[in-house]
């Protein structure tokens, strides 16, 4: 096992580097310019900004900024951003919370739709609840979260006024008052995601149970005289989540990459907001970080759900 | 117009026959820039240092509540002197605060200073080499210590330290500082400079606090932790700060102004877009104010119908234009197109230039796309609606097809006017923008009836503006026939119409950041800039930028189109007090809201 995990762990780092190199290199490529304001603002000279871009190394060729960053990412130093010149892991932490709160709550909450209703509709198969429960989710999953979101801030925050639509991350009340000011404002991004989240998941559950329930240890379960409550939870769910988990454990990074469309939309100062505005102003340091951390995360997720098979699953050996 | 006929206007201002404003207007119509009015009155000792405020009513400091402001493009640093876009300096603009500002009919407010220079006041040598600023004595940094003369010098020395690499650099290079006694600097200029309202006025001027920034005026000034945790003059004081997301400040209650400021709290909101800030505005009222709401008027309009809100309109001195080229894009030269070794094949012919001017509908532009974002301009430096006597031709298209018929372009079998193998077929390129594209679409329409066909193109803002070298769709590359855009002077002109010098010109040479893209040479607008540089006379400076603008436009290369004023939504309880030539928050301290 530790064997196993080593290996691993070394191939991570030849996969790592060349994203780097192919992250920078696209960023290189791409069009644009961190100082085109003032580029198009006539009150500053030309040389200004030729000094700017100077004194922050934009200039110098691809392969040495490219080294000059991996140097300084191997000690640790993530650089700064051209726009705030703030350093870029203070820029991510400070983001950090409101990610994991915002998007960790729609995870959870499209799990708590998603394993109940998908089994419940595998167990009833073409049934009147599984009808409607797979027409909700192909619903669910079709809508993009920027339609549902302005049609969540339509029908709530204009029409009846209940909920704010601008999310404020520090909010002045304390106690009770507190929580619910967040809970308020908190409501619509998460039901965006979680709702849009969890159909996806409703369908992928609902499959993985009838995969299970039509296998014959649980029809000699139901002949052995087992409650059919006991036959579901005991036999059947058990067995069928292993791809869930799976499924469940790569969407994990998404929840520190926050979710760039819908945090636009409801201002939700998360880590897709940060990303979304660093390549708007291209500020290669800011999307190389964020860019980078999401890698690792996905690297390291997928790791961790092959780890799990082995728990979930004893026939599966890491020799 | 001529300089007897300016004189004799100002003689009239002097004499109290004629307003401040109407003198503004008058000369605006001329083509001249508001502030650039407001200098010449000053230079010439015809001007009262009234500034026309709007009314304040609050008679204590304090009480307003919480001030809620919504921007959409978020704020990233709060020093003045690393701002490099508008949002920036506006929230820099909470915190710290220049000498003086330009108030909304481009005069100048002394903010930190004492009075404004003048001749009388002797703040201005009558050789036009020096201006002597004087402090207001009471002015105090939010912790307490007070404003010295030393502060100037400081913010002088840090803006121009290349190690700093501040991007308000431009407006102290030039200049040498000397301090006089504890509250009085003076700036010496090497060259007789008649606009010397620049350095430690606006934007660029904002200081900041010797005390706390000396340590780090060299490489290590990213560190300062003041950089985050301003501490200034403003009239609110800091109390928290996330890059890109939200800035919160409170009362100063040692703010050097009697009254001010009006509100408890203050909230800066940053990021979404523009038409939801609108929305939170003018629909749910949850905030108080917001910023730039580029939307379409016809949705404003619909939004402010709910009765909460009202937009406000802030004339500046941005224009939108359009820029036919002077070189051929078609062509390589040592392998450089649009080089100045060409001439372009259609628009060397004055009759063409003549008849796209005359195609282009600026009344409909105006009134069916840009609504209130946009009033019909004919003039470059141009702030105002009045016609400029000297330049622009009318829309017609009848006129424009005369124009080429006698000129000799006669339409082919498609009915594409041709002369010599050369047919009217341009490409028109411009940002992406929707009021751009749809303009574009207007101009295309009234071309083809006049027998020229329009290629339209549109470029990524990101793209179509960066400065970037490598790629061939840059407005400075100008890769195209005919190319439109905005922009506009800030205070003075003579930076502006610079645009225009042809030693300005983007070539390849100077990596295409020469200013002059459209690539205009013309040995009459060189001599009359070079002249307005040193021209002390400031009736005789005015008499030059009114022969360049009239010179440019009357080129036809360039085809002004509008101008585009501010557009921003405001509760309708909330009173601002905004200027079009200078940052949203210039006058925050006069901002308060109706009971």
Not at chain 1, 56 to 80: A, C, K, N
Not at chain 2, 245 to 252: P, S, T
Request: proline share 6%.
């Amino acid at each position: 096992m530790a064997q196993y995990l080593l290996r691993r762990l070394l191939i991570a780092i030849p996969s790592l580097l060349g994203i780097s190199v192919i992250l920078f290199t696209v960023l290189a490529l791409a069009p644009g310019d961190p100082f085109e304001e003032l580029a198009t603002n006539p009150a500053i000279p030309p040389e200004v900004r030729l000094a700017l871009r100077a004194s922050l190394g934009i200039d110098d060729p691809v392969h040495i900024r490219y080294f000059r960053w991996l140097t300084s990412m191997l000690q640790g130093e993530w650089g700064f951003s051209f726009v705030s010149r703030v350093d870029v892991d203070q820029l991510i932490l400070q983001r950090l919370p409101v990610t994991l709160i915002v998007i960790g709550s729609s995870q959870i909450l499209a799990l708590a739709i998603a394993l109940p209703v998908g089994i419940m509709a595998a167990t009833r198969p073409y049934s009147i609840f599984d009808q409607v429960a797979n027409t909700l989710a192909f619903v669910g999953f079709s809508l993009p979260t920027f339609f549902t979101g302005l049609l969540l801030i339509m029908l709530f925050s204009i029409h009846l006024d209940w909920l704010p639509f601008v999310y404020r991350a520090q909010i002045d009340a304390t106690g009770w008052q507190w929580w619910w000011e967040h809970i308020k404002q908190s409501i619509m991004p998460i039901t965006v995601l979680g709702l849009f989240q969890g159909a996806a998941w409703t369908r992928f559950v609902r499959s993985a149970v009838l995969d299970v329930v039509r296998l014959d240890y649980v029809t000699t379960a139901r002949a052995k005289g087992i409650p059919e409550r006991r036959v579901i939870n005991r036999h059947v769910v058990r067995n069928a989540l292993i791809p869930v988990v799976t499924l469940v454990a790569l969407q994990m990074p998404a929840v520190f990459g926050g979710a760039i469309v819908t945090e636009q939309i409801f201002r939700v100062p998360g880590i897709g907001s940060l990303l979304i505005s660093a390549v708007l102003a291209n500020d290669t340091p800011v999307i190389m970080a964020v860019t980078f951390v999401f890698a690792c995360l996905v690297i390291f997720f997928n790791l961790l759900a092959d780890v799990i098979y082995g728990w979930l699953d004893p026939r599966i050996s890491y020799s | 117009m001529d300089e007897a006929h300016l004189r004799a206007m100002i003689e009239e201002v002097r004499a109290g026959v004629m307003t401040r404003r109407a003198f503004a207007r008058r000369v605006a119509g001329w083509g001249l820039t508001a502030p650039m009015a407001t200098q010449l009155l000053a230079l010439t000792g015809a001007a009262p240092a009234a500034a026309q405020a709007p009314a304040y009513r609050p008679t204590r400091r304090g009480g307003g509540g919480a001030l809620k402001i919504l921007y959409w493009q978020a704020a990233t640093l709060l020093n003045p002197h690393f701002a490099i876009g508008t949002t920036n300096s506006d929230a820099s603009r909470v915190f710290y605060e220049p000498l003086a500002a330009w108030a909304r009919d481009a005069s100048l407010v002394p903010i930190l200073a004492a009075e404004i220079p003048s001749l009388e006041n002797g703040g201005l040598s009558p050789d036009g080499r020096s201006v002597t600023w004087k402090l207001k004595p009471n002015a105090r940094w939010h912790d307490g210590a007070p404003v010295t003369a030393d502060d100037l010098i400081f913010n002088w020395d840090y803006a121009r330290n290349p190690a700093v690499a501040a991007s308000t650099s431009g407006s102290y290079r030039d200049v040498a500082i000397t301090k006089l006694d504890d509250l009085t600097v003076r700036l010496d200029f090497a060259q007789p400079t008649a606009f010397w309202a620049d350095a430690f006025v606006g934007n660029a001027g904002m200081i900041i606090p010797r005390h706390l920034f000396a340590a780090f005026n060299g490489p290590n000034a990213r560190d300062a932790p003041t950089n985050f945790r301003p501490v200034g003059t403003g009239p609110y004081r800091f109390v928290s700060f996330t890059p890109g997301d939200m800035l919160r400040a409170e009362l100063n209650p040692l703010y050097h102004q009697d009254n001010q400021p009006h509100f408890d709290t203050l909230e800066i909101k940053g990021g979404g877009d523009a038409v939801s800030a609108a929305r939170a505005v003018l629909q749910t009222g949850d905030y108080d104010y917001a910023w730039n709401v580029l939307v379409e008027d016809d949705i404003l309009t619909r939004l402010e119908a709910v009765g909460r809100g009202r937009v406000e309109v802030t004339p500046g001195g941005s224009t939108e234009f359009i820029q036919l080229n002077v070189t051929d894009p078609n062509r390589e030269v040592d392998g450089e197109r649009s080089s100045l070794a060409t001439t372009h094949p259609a628009f060397s012919d004055p009759a063409v230039r003549q008849a796209m001017a005359m195609l282009v509908d600026r009344a409909a532009i105006e009134r069916f796309i840009f609504g209130r974002a946009g009033s019909a301009t004919v003039n470059i430096l141009n702030n105002s609606r009045f016609t400029s006597p000297n330049a622009g031709l009318p829309f017609s298209i009848q006129r424009a097809n005369e124009v080429l018929d006698a000129a000799g372009w006669a339409r082919g079998r498609d009915g594409i006017r041709a002369k010599g193998g050369t047919r009217l077929k341009f490409l028109f390129q411009t940002s992406v923008n929707a009021p751009r594209q749809r303009s574009q679409a207007v101009i295309k329409q009234a071309a083809q009836r006049a027998g020229i066909e329009l290629d339209l193109k549109g470029v990524t803002a990101s793209v179509f503006f960066s400065a970037d070298v490598a790629n061939p769709d840059t407005f400075s590359k100008f890769y195209a026939d005919m190319q439109m855009y905005a922009n506009g002077p800030s205070g003075d002109p003579q930076r502006y119409m610079s645009q225009f010098a042809s030693w300005e010109a983007a070539t390849r040479a100077n990596a295409w950041q020469g200013r002059n893209i459209m690539r205009w040479r013309n040995a009459e607008y060189d001599a009359a800039l070079r002249a307005a540089d040193v021209e002390l006379d400031p009736v005789k400076r005015v008499a030059l930028f009114i022969r360049m603008n009239d010179l440019v436009v009357g080129s036809h290369h360039l085809i002004p189109l509008l101008a585009r004023p501010g557009l921003s939504a405001a509760l309708n309880n909330l009173r601002t007090h905004r200027s079009g030539w200078d940052g949203t928050l210039a006058f925050l301290s006069g901002w308060w809201r109706e009971a």
